[in-house]
């Protein structure tokens, strides 16, 4: 589950990074130039309503699968259901499907889980991923809900901007690496309740994918929030220009 | 005196208008410039002044850089 959680997110941040940097690039004309034209790709106030909406269903959304949903689930005493890599892989056997000849098929170890009667243990354990990622969600989105209202209200370049972006910036790097190891050791505690390894050690697995993605996205936004910083400076020496 | 500090600029646009009989707003129709913005300027809340708006503002006024701004104390 937590696995989903963090694909939905993971697409959702993108979605909304990419929203912003677009955002940005499109900002309007001054109101009093009259020669300014509105395109497809202004940024009006539907589209700061609509990238709010779209933040506040991300927040809503990674704090209810991530943490609600499992957490109703463990105490309504449903089965914890969890996509398990189990580190191993083998040829895949089955009847539904054989192999042509010249072709190999590999079981490549990831396998769906039902545990029916999961420990407390087990279920906060699987929780944990889910939680520490609505937590990092709930927090850049708050940041970039007060960045986009500084941009909405044409002042862009103001220290609140800054922090909001370095908020941002350093939550995705931080939680790049926190949600991955909360993954990667949930799945070891699912694994033990679900998997007898026959004396088997088990293999701890990293998904470094995601990992970089998000670290490189807390960069982006570290390198943004500079650029900001240094508009503050532009935007003071203009400052009563006449 | 470093730039960081403030200036001791002094703006006489307010002097000139008197002496020439004309309005702000006369003004800034003229030059095109906002009378926000000319305002900023007689009231000292200007800390910089393109040169494409100090020329267009001497012409107007029909005076040198120097009748429009002062060295206060």
Redesign the interface.
């Known amino acids: 589950m937590w696995r989903r959680c963090a694909v939905f997110n993971s697409l959702t941040y993108r979605l909304s990074l990419l929203s912003f940097i677009v955002m940005l690039s499109m900002i309007d004309m001054p109101e009093e130039n009259d020669m300014a034209r509105k395109s497809l790709f202004t940024f009006d106030r539907w589209d700061f309503l609509g990238t709010r909406v779209v933040l506040g269903v991300v927040a809503l959304g990674s704090a209810t699968v991530g943490v609600v949903v499992p957490l109703v689930r463990m105490f309504q005493g449903k089965p914890l259901t969890w996509q398990l890599q189990t580190g191993k892989t083998d040829a895949l056997v089955t009847d539904q499907l054989t192999a042509k000849p010249g072709a190999a098929l590999t079981w490549p170890g990831t396998a769906d889980v039902r545990i029916e009667d999961a420990g407390v243990g087990t279920w906060l354990a699987s929780i944990v991923p889910g939680a520490v990622l609505a937590v990092g969600t709930v927090i850049v989105v708050v940041a970039l809900l007060r960045l986009l209202s500084s941009v909405e209200a044409r002042a862009p370049f103001a220290p609140a901007a800054v922090r909001s972006l370095r908020v941002v910036g350093a939550t995705l790097l931080a939680g790049a690496v926190l949600v991955t190891v909360a993954g990667s050791l949930a799945n070891q505690v699912v694994l033990q309740a679900a998997a007898d390894l026959h004396g088997e050690p088990s293999t701890f697995t990293l998904d470094l994918g995601a990992v970089v993605v998000f670290a490189g996205a807390g960069l982006v936004c570290a390198a943004l929030a500079e650029a900001f910083a240094h508009g503050i400076k532009l935007a003071d020496d203009v400052d009563g220009l006449v | 005196m470093p730039v960081d500090e403030p200036h001791r600029i002094v703006c006489r646009l307010d002097e000139l208008l008197l002496a020439r009989g004309m309005t702000l707003t006369a003004l800034a129709e003229q030059i095109g410039?906002?009378i926000v913005?000319?305002s900023?300027?007689k009231n000292q809340?200007?800390?910089?002044?393109?040169f494409s708006?100090l020329t267009a503002l001497c012409d107007a006024l029909e005076c040198q850089p120097g009748d429009l701004f002062v060295l206060g104390d």
């Open positions: 410039v906002t913005n000319l900023v300027l809340r200007a800390k910089a002044v393109r708006t």
